[in-house]
Nanobody
């Protein structure tokens, strides 16, 4: 069974940086795409970034474009989210997720993803 485990979250001052990691089974990394989502208290889960299995296609939410970078290292079964210039509004639980089936475009709807990790807390203080 596919398992995803996020790490790298923590407390950081506004303007700081964090790198989140998602460790997954080999079968998960043979799937079509891996995405990062986040959810703050009282809000819906929202798309952050996604990357194709080959790493050739990426997509970012407008709110993080230019500040966050998604990458993957299939040899290590890892996907990363490098976050710069963090803002208090970035505070949330961050989840990685995997979609199994190929699609015309990388999906941003969380319902299009099949496997989820338990999340890692990111807190940005002002």
């Amino acid at each position: 069974q596919v398992q995803l485990i996020e790490s790298g979250g923590g407390l950081v001052q506004a303007g700081g940086s964090l790198r989140l990691s998602c460790a997954a089974s080999g079968r998960a990394f043979s799937a079509y795409a891996t995405g990062w989502f986040r959810q703050a208290p009282g809000k819906e889960r929202e798309f952050v970034a996604a990357i194709s299995w080959s790493g050739g296609s990426t997509y970012y939410a407008d709110s993080v474009k230019g500040r966050f970078t998604i990458s993957r290292d299939n040899a290590k079964n890892m996907v990363y989210l490098q976050m710069y210039s963090l803002k208090p509004e970035d505070t949330a639980v961050y989840y990685c997720a995997v979609r199994r089936l190929r699609a015309t475009m990388i999906p941003i709807n969380p319902n299009s993803y099949d496997y989820w990790g338990q999340g890692t807390q990111v807190t940005v203080s002002s």
